[in-house]
């Protein structure tokens, strides 16, 4: 399974999948959005909330569908998956689970201090809620097509 955001970090976990795991192996590609009142400026006034979870919906299926067709070009039988979910880590430790993932490929943004305090990681979190095996590529690991 690979959790896929669509940042450069996730593209980097699903290729060197792609050079570490067999070809042709099935594959589900998942974008976890989270729903508008769980974002942290969703009840700032002025913000408008009308069909914004729509337009997060269809941006996280599109997000899928690229992730689905990098994971193809890198050898895999792969899927996309759009999902709602908050907590985003719960989500995809539930999904490996239900699916019966062999393994989670993620990317991870690297964050430290106040940055790591106030957002997390979701990469941290899935590792440690999860006993299947999580590949994770960090920031600043080299891109290679």
Known sequence: MFAYDGS???RQAIRQAGRQLRNGRRAI??????PFPALPFAGAPMVPQVGFDDG???EAQRVADEGAN???ASGFDAEPLAVQ?????QRIVDLAEDHGASIIAMGSHGRSGIQLMLL???AAAVARHTARPVLIAHDG?????
């Open 141 to 145: 690991a080299q891109e290679s097509s």
């Open 29 to 34: 590609v998942l974008t976890v959005w989270e």
């Open 8 to 10: 450069t970090q996730a």
């Open 70 to 72: 990098l994971a193809r």
């Open 85 to 89: 979910g908050d907590p985003v880590w």
């Open 120 to 122: 997390g990681s979701v």
């Open 56 to 58: 997060t919906e269809r």
